[in-house]
């Protein structure tokens, strides 16, 4: 099983970019579908993004799309989320999570392993 782990995370300027990274140390990294989801203090946790073992089949949340661009290395064991156009609204901790399988969903409790996350602060 994945065992992710976030990192990238910080404070960055309205307008900036930010490239977060989520890399497991642990199971078959290529085998599973690969997401992001993000939650700001007092609100239900966000899709962000998916995508599947062969790194297609992604999806975008409505909030993030045409901004944010995910993508992975299965060489590095590593799935990646490239933020521009950030806004203030985009702050929240974001979280790496992976199920096994390519079964393409966008709903949080249908990821079975989950990193710690990593905060990210937009200031305007």
């Known amino acids: 099983q994945v065992q992710p782990v976030e990192s990238g995370g910080g404070l960055v300027q309205a307008g900036g970019s930010l490239r977060l990274s989520c890399t497991s140390t642990?199971?078959?990294?290529?085998?599973?579908?690969m997401a992001w989801f993000r939650q700001a203090p007092g609100k239900e946790r966000e899709f962000v993004a998916t995508?599947?073992?062969?790194?297609?089949?992604?999806v975008y949340g409505d909030s993030v799309k045409g901004r944010f661009i995910i993508s992975r290395d299965n060489a590095k064991s590593t799935v990646f989320l490239q933020m521009n156009g950030l806004r203030a609204e985009d702050t929240a901790v974001y979280s790496c999570?992976?199920?096994?399988?390519?079964?393409?969903?966008?709903?949080?409790?249908?990821?079975?392993?989950w990193g710690q996350g990593t905060q990210v602060f937009v200031s305007s």
């Open positions: 999570a992976g199920r096994l399988g390519w079964t393409l969903t966008t709903s949080g409790a249908a990821y079975d392993y």
């Open positions: 642990e199971g078959s990294f290529s085998a599973y579908r």
């Open positions: 995508i599947n073992p062969a790194g297609s089949g992604i």
